[in-house]
């Protein structure tokens, strides 16, 4: 098709808007599902994404719009996350694209993602199209939300397109928008091949499946293809298209979406925003300037992932290996720990991140995993100048070797209704955080900023404010930069034996309260043993906060009826002799709840 009749756009939102099933409705409009093959969040292929109802993944399909001018339009969608965690899904996506519609529910208006995601498209300098969904719903504003979009986004509203993807209403303006306000790809077929890759995947029988735009030239199947970042060359074994099921094609022109396919097995020979060109022989040109890739995201949450089995370590490297190929955000490195074995340091964008990595690979690869309470990355600066980034507090060094830490702070936006204001400025205030300003959008939605540590927000942060505000309100947050702070290193100890899997970074005026409610919690999750155990928390050399676990007892006095108090005496006596033997050479085995209980803890 030719370049000037191809649009490629994107769907961005903040979760829950209605991206998903706008995409379903522009499927159904443009007749490319059948009635039988219909179903809902068709672009949500993992059984994760259909259970909590969100998207994790960035899906792409290819439709053909009859338009009002009665010319065939080729349209690329690509359906985007809406949870802040995703945001460099979003961001690749959008990198392939001209164009954006930015969906607004038209009764919960503007919330703090919708605000990120618009930015993410203005700085790819895409056409953006305003859609007010929902609007069948009896809570429905769609003017208020038209004033808000024009007054904290300050975008033109006043042809915002009315839709509820549910009811079908509104489709056909939608794609008629595309067509009119997205520019078509300034492509060259004439130039050398050059195409980005925005995404890929391993398949156990095809190899590794990649997704990417040709910006210039022609890519056909059977030619040799080289990937510029890692200089591999492979021969094109099969490329194609999802309309939405995989079509398959014989070539791929400037300014088109497909997949690409040359059976490879080593999964580290292709990298997310590389750029692919042709092999200089047989008469084809090479590219030698690559296309800009993607700014590469810093994880700012940490976590370890380790089998319960030691025995599967192989496995869950081998799965890391390709899960990372799939969500090119997740870093991960070798660790290893006294009390769980081999495992993983993971760095992710989040909690939810966090959370849906290791349900994925428990899921997609069988894998019984234990993950550490997470954590976030300190700048420490030894007393001899040296800096270092610390991602694992049991690596801090001894507090006579240190100058100061650093911690790092986020800029928070929160969205809400003004009745929850209260008690949202108290958790902010509660963990540590500066208020920067608080802006009235309308008589009923507030704004609110706050500078905060990010080490109080990879806990329970998220989950206190949904329950402060019944659900309502909404958060997005920029990482801004390291700054001092009073922080110092919590041991765990169990019989005395330090568990480095639950060393944590506290400040110091919460050290106390944090120990002992940590300590209380293990107390509840530790099974009981033949022997008193002591659950201590420590800074150094003090110890913050005791807990003892009672013994089990056996009645050894049960045969004893009658007779003198010395037997009985005599076989107390020998009893205690032996939980003393055994509290020497016992081993408390901590279960994997325990690891997860700095998460529980309630302030």
Known sequence: MKPENIRNFSIIAHIDHGKSTLADGLLRFTEALSAREEKDQFLDNMDIERERGITIKAQTVRIIYKADDGELYQINLIDTPGHVDFSYEVSRSLAACEGAILVVDAAQGVEAQTLANVYLALDNDLEIIPVLNKIDLPAADPEGVRRQIEDSIGLDA???ILASAKEKTGIKEILQAVVDKVPAPQA??????????????????????????VVDGTLKKGDRIKFMATDKDYEVLKLGVYSPFEETLKELHAGEVGFIICGMKDIRDVKVGDTITHVKKAGKVQATEALGGFKKVDPMVF???????????????AAMEKLVLNDASLSYETEKSAALGFGFRCGFLGLLHMEIVRERLEREFNLDLISTAPTVVYEVTKKNGETILLENPSELPDPVHIEKINEPYAKLSLHTPSEYIGGLLKLCEDRRGTQLRMDYITDTKVIIEYKLPLNEMVMDFY??????????????????????????????????????ALSVIVHKDKAVSKGRLLTKKLKELIPRQQYQVAIQATMGATIVARETLGALRKDVTAKCYGGDITRKRKLLERQKEGKKKMKQIGRVNVPQEAFLAILKVED
């Open 158 to 160: 006043s042809e915002a």
């Open 188 to 213: 060259d077929g004439s130039k050398p091949l050059r195409a980005l890759i925005f995404d890929s995947w391993f398949d156990n029988y095809q190899g590794v499946i990649t997704l990417c735009r």
């Open 303 to 317: 976590s370890g992932i380790f089998p319960v089995v030691s025995s599967d370590f192989e496995d869950l490297k």
């Open 463 to 500: 989950d206190k404010l949904k329950s402060i505000s019944k659900g309502y309100a909404s958060m997005e947050y920029d990482i801004l930069d390291f700054e001092e702070g009073q922080l110092v290193k919590m041991d765990i100890l169990i019989n005395g034996e330090p568990v480095d």
